[in-house]
């Protein structure tokens, strides 16, 4: 019977450990072939018994075909944390060197009888890609959206296997979610027909020029507003929109259009992964709440900062290519934010919402990138609005971001130009370069007043560009609220 007990015993205590083995977790966004951020530290983190001791440890290869050894002198680390009441644990790795070299991120705790082994991990440069539906959109087919401008070109030639992409699954939640499923997929022409167009098209123009790997993290959801991908803490510091809140999340069902969901269920499980910053492709469906557009987008902005306490990274976002010019201009306010940039697409505007032409505006997030949050030289921007004079029946525009000067891309005339007088009703301009400036006018409007530039929901053929090859941004000089220029409607989703 002694020997009997002895046993039972034994199985008992090897069932415990099972147990408190299986309660040792991860994130998905911790799996393999992942990139891990360079040059800062890495948080690594998961779940475990409370009071668990777990231990992380990283290495790169040591080139001889062997499994990469903390003590190859490879850069290993070795982190140790202990979990907290709630089972939360995290260790902070030393900030690495950007490597193609393949790494292993193991994770053990003293209970559990194999550790968690994290396979082909890469470090370099992570970017965070959100939006709506024209990030969403894949490369390869999606009916009925137009097809991707050359797609199977560019499927066929996407030969990068050191760009990495994490497609965060559709989950709607009203509270912060640990963890969301997805996987780290890597780029080759049987795959990257599923990575978000925009994403990958701005992470091989950065992968080819940085030569370095690039982890693209996709969180988005097509038909969505700003504000639901905004935390409820900061939503509820709006007065305006708190009984609105309260309202819409004590309904029986919400859905991803509800405020703040997304944020609760696809951003919230990836803070504090580290990132280098932040590209966002939409904004035609708003806040979905009593408040302004260009506040919830800021606000969102400066909210999604705050909880990675990362300080102001960068953050970068397509001016949408068609839709209201009120939205644009809202998001164009967006440039007061410490950090941003604009990646104009005026030219590449569609009647489709999801137009086909995506790898221009990949390529100018790209630019902003490299310009400026990597430091290389070059024009990071089309030209943007500076000042406007008037000049007897003329209106002198002046610009920022010329980049060698100001040229019409299809040789002329302008196109897209309009002139008002004090009785605010716009006529089309006759418009033309003058040196580093645009001079308009219009032979039935002696004195003019304002003069605004593709402020029309598709400016089709606009050809105002620096010789950097961008676009010039749409602008106007007058507050005016409700005249609008011929042909324009300011309807649409704000």
Known sequence: MKRMGFFILIAAWAALCDLHAAELKLPAVFSDHMVLQCDVPVPVWGTASPGESVTVEFAHSTGSGQAPSISSGQGGQKKTAIADANGKWLVKLDPLKASAEPGELRI????????????????????????????????????????????????????????????????????????????????????????TAVGYFFGRELHRELKVPMGLLHSSWGGTGVATWTS????????EVKDSLAAELNQPKVGPKTPTI??????????PFAIKGAIWFQGESG?????????????????????????DFPFYFVQLPNGSPL????????????????????????????????APLGA?????????????????SGPMFQSASVEGASIRVRFTHLGGGLVMSDGGPLKHFSIAG?????????AKIEG?????????????????????NVAAGVNLFNKAGLPAAPFRTDAWPLIQAPGTTTKGKM
């Open 287 to 311: 806040p979905g709440l009593p408040v302004a557009y260009d506040k919830i987008f800021q606000l969102m902005i400066t909210d999604w900062r705050t909880h990675w306490g990362l300080g």
């Open 262 to 271: 997304l944020f609760q269920s696809m951003i919230a499980p990836l803070i």
């Open 108 to 195: 053990l705790s003293a209970i559990s009888h194999q550790p968690f082994t994290i396979k082909d991990v890469l470090v370099g440069e992570v970017w965070l890609c959100g939006g709506q539906s024209n990030m969403e959109r894949q490369l390869g087919p999606r009916p009925p959206q137009p097809l991707i401008r050359n797609w199977e070109q560019e499927v066929a030639a996407a030969k990068f296997p050191h760009i990495r992409h994490f497609g965060v699954a559709h989950r709607a939640a009203k509270e912060p979610l640990q963890d969301v499923p997805g996987s780290w997929v890597v780029c080759s022409p049987e795959t990257v027909k599923d990575f």
């Open 364 to 380: 100018r997030l790209a630019r902003l990138a490299l310009t400026q949050t990597y430091g290389r030289t070059g024009e990071s």
């Open 436 to 456: 580093d400036t645009v001079v308009a006018s219009c032979a039935t409007v002696a004195r003019p007043v304002s003069v605004r530039y593709a402020w029309i």
């Open 327 to 358: 939205t644009r201009e809202a998001q164009a306010r967006a440039l007061q934010l410490p950090n941003t940039g604009m990646a104009v697409g005026i030219d590449v505007g569609d009647k489709d919402v999801h137009g086909p032409i995506k």
């Open 232 to 239: 409820k803490d900061a939503l509820d510091k709006l007065p």
């Open 422 to 430: 004090a009785d605010q009703k716009f006529v089309p301009a006759e």
